[in-house]
């Protein structure tokens, strides 16, 4: 089970923290990502990092603004969303997978949390 929080309302060039934690299991093995959804789109890949978060691969969107990272000894996966824009408005999920590749696809992705919704106003 992952649980992401963090989300809210911010102004545009404002920063948020996303984290995501799990329940009842370690992610330490896991490859981690991030991606979002608006109502209506398709869920896009925002960033990801390797399982032992030595490696990270970001969207073209958000290189330079967000950071992705991990705390194996706590479960934990955070994103770090700097220069907001209004375009970065919406539901962010944090997703784990089992594989040992990064990957932008969704569909590699084996469990996910319920999202937590980020609007930046302009």
């Known amino acids: 089970q992952l649980q992401a929080c963090g989300g809210g309302l911010v102004q545009a060039r404002g920063s948020l923290r996303l984290s995501c934690a799990a329940s009842?299991?370690?992610?330490?093995?896991?490859?981690m990502g991030w991606f979002r959804q608006v109502l209506g789109k398709e869920r896009e890949f925002v960033a990801a990092i390797s399982w032992r978060g030595n490696s990270t691969y970001y969207a073209d969107s958000v290189k330079g603004r967000f950071t992705i990272s991990r705390d194996n000894a706590k479960s934990t996966v955070n994103l770090q969303m700097n220069n907001l824009r209004p375009e970065d408005t919406a539901v962010y999920y944090c997703?784990?997978?089992?594989?040992?590749?990064?990957?932008?696809?969704?569909?590699?992705?084996?469990?996910w949390g319920q999202g937590t919704l980020v609007t930046v106003s302009s």
């Open positions: 009842g299991r370690t992610l330490s093995g896991y490859v």
């Open positions: 997703a784990a997978d089992v594989g040992r590749v990064m990957s932008r696809s969704a569909y590699e992705y084996n469990y």
